[in-house]
């Protein structure tokens, strides 16, 4: 759980409170916040209560996007700290097109994982 700069911040299109995804995802707040303890979701301070918010593109049907958690590790593994990971993962990529964390959305999860995996090479 970090703070994150303007840059990453203007990035990320929209983003929902703890207790919105936990409404979204039909869980308890404790278990959003495992979530995030898990590293399957980010979630960074923000705004002016400086609450702890999770990037909505995240969040699916009553789910977390298939293959983001799976991401996530790929860039942890990398060294990428939560605060570049979102930025990666909001960044446009011409060659995909879109930003990876649309592509998560449109269920093009193995161009991400591909693209995560060789930021380490």
Do not use: H
Not at 5 to 15: F, G, H, N, Q, T
């Amino acid at each position: 759980m970090t703070e994150i700069d303007a840059k990453i911040d203007a990035l990320v299109p929209s983003w929902l409170t703890l207790p919105d995804v936990a409404e979204k995802l039909g869980v308890e707040v404790t278990r959003v916040r495992q979530l995030v303890k898990e590293g399957q979701l980010i979630a960074v301070r923000r705004g002016e209560n400086n609450t702890l918010q999770v990037p909505a593109e995240f969040i699916g049907e009553g789910k977390v996007v298939k293959g983001l958690t799976g991401t996530l590790t790929l860039l942890k593994d990398d060294g990428f700290s939560d605060a570049e990971a979102l930025e990666w993962l909001f960044t446009p990529d011409p060659s995909l097109p879109g930003t990876p964390a649309q592509a998560l959305r449109e269920n093009r999860g193995t161009e991400v994982k591909r693209r995560a995996q060789a930021l380490a090479v």
